[in-house]
């Protein structure tokens, strides 16, 4: 089938995983420019931790959650408890935060289309 990506696999090294300023780590997983249509990241925020308020710029995004307990907070949205099986979706520009409320790491997939792109975030705080 035409447009289709690459058939293969991806395999991310832990030790690429890396500290942002929005106050979680971050493992790409998959974030290529020659697969502009989706990203995928593995996120990770620790006990007691707060992201920074912020928003993507023309990037959707949906937060798949594997691990821990938080609260995410969407702009114009009331705040929601999340776990683990809950998908979190987050349309473009949209201000978002995310809370761990428990004690061990909230850990989530972070799936953005298209790609995702620093250029496109934006701190709100």
Known sequence: M????????????????????????????????????ASISRARVTPGVTTVQ???RATEERYVILAG????????????????????????????????IGNEDLVFLCICTPRFEWRNYESLE
């Open 2 to 37: 035409a447009g289709l990506i690459n058939a293969g696999v991806v395999r991310a090294e832990e030790s690429a995983e890396y500290l942002t300023d929005e106050r979680c780590f971050i493992l790409e997983l998959a974030n290529d420019q020659h697969d502009p249509k």
């Open 54 to 56: 912020h928003r993507v």
């Open 69 to 100: 307990r938080g609260i995410a907070e969407i702009g114009g949205l009331e705040p929601q408890r999340v776990g683990p099986g809950d998908v979190v979706l987050i349309p473009a520009g949209r201000p978002q935060r995310i809370a761990n």
